[in-house]
């Protein structure tokens, strides 16, 4: 690059690194393990074909909603958002975005992004915007910027997609079969089996679960063996975790309601009342997490999105735009009766929890130990900052809570939750962030200055406890 502007490097080698302890745990230990990935968004048919983008703008805008509601918050059109902008004016009104994006997490992602990907340490601006976008174009068309180098350049060792019961995984299988050397594997998302909210559409996805499944679904028992079936389908296809986006979880007294009853009027297209649907939902879910115990899965619940705020907007552009907030859900009660549940006849499966609402921390926190029986190193784990929590306040508040109501040393660690093939380096934020935390400690007098344990704790945390946790074939 040899743009006039005159800057000084920002991300410095020991960037966000405050003491001597935090840049030996970094670069002497967290820095060069591998990464597992085991939640993230990513296209499984991009990575198994090893797609080569044409631009930044491709691989880097397209899908990002944390770029899209920064532009919107500074006036940018949407034309040039998700509109029909070409690719290069979307780049370029990015790049007049991000000097204002200083103190949001969008700011540091920026420079680290472009820094490790594409060697380029200029602060991002409109004025060095058409140069930026001609270079990493440049190096995107080389074979060093395929969706496999990409990642492989990252050290990423395997990588978690997020698929629906009723996909038909076959980019999990052409990578399989070519011999990709990063693992790649499903985790089974199955929220639309029990989205009965819009009768209609739930009639349309179980026509697709029936095909899928080759099952005939005229019943909740039906349903049931059909997501069996399709439970069944994933393992043979490396799938291990199971996700749930919820806004909480959701607890009844056993037959409430009759469950067949509650599936004849919906499948009729009938709609039922808010406790009707609620009481579908957790009589599914629990039948699902039996499901996921028996095959020796791990769980995922992502709870407290408020999800889809703007009618115009969802109108206009549809789901997952970035209209989506922290909801105030409560939490605490029906979840620990949802998991009591499954633990009274010993079928609660290795579960990670997630909070988007960071008042939840403790709670969070607490809830595992009430679920971790001693059968499995941290079975029931609090999940790492999530969404707009995943920054570096947001990790710091998760392992402060942690720490104080559970064992930061058995965490799973970070995960990309991501659809970029350029966010790989969040998995650096999140070491540096960890390692500054642990090297304040030091300075200040509450850890000792153990430097092995402590980089065996850090090495743990980043890669160690997810790779004996998951146990990923």
Known sequence: MNSTQTTTKFIQEDFLLQSDMAKVLYHDYAKLMPIIDYHCHLSPKDLAENRKFENISQIW???????WRAMRTLGINEKYITGNGTDQEKFEKWAYTVPYTMRNPLYHWTHLELLRYFGIDELLTADNASEIYLESTRQLQMDSHCTQALLSGMNVETVCTTDDPVDSLEYHQ???????????????????????????????????????????????EKL???????????????????????????????????????FKKVSAGQSINADETTYFKFITLLELCRLYHAKGWTQQFHLGALRNTNERMLDT???????????????????????????KSDQLSKTILYNLNPRDNEVMATMTGNFNDGSIRGKVQFGSGWWYLDQKDGMEKQMNALSNMGLLSCFVGMLTDSRSFLSFPRHEYFRRTLCNLLGNDVVNGELPADEKWLGKMVQDICYRNAKDYFNFQ
């Open 174 to 220: 052409k990578a399989a079969k070519d011999g990709m050397s990063i693992g790649l594997f499903p985790t089974f998302r199955p929220d639309k089996s029990f989205a009965v909210e819009d009768p209609k559409s739930y009639g349309n996805y179980l026509e697709k679960l029936s095909a899928a499944s080759n099952i005939q679904i005229d019943s909740h």
């Open 224 to 262: 049931m063996a059909a997501l069996e079936n399709r439970i069944a389908y994933f393992h043979e296809n490396g799938g291990r975790l199971a996700d749930h986006g919820l806004e909480q979880l959701y607890f009844f007294p056993m037959e409430t309601y009759d469950i067949e009853s509650l």
């Open 61 to 67: 805008l397209a899908g990002d909603h944390y770029k």
């Open 317 to 343: 552009l549809g789901p997952d735009t970035g209209f989506d907030s922290i909801g105030d859900f409560s939490q605490s009660k029906a979840l620990a009766q949802f998991l009591n549940e499954l633990d």
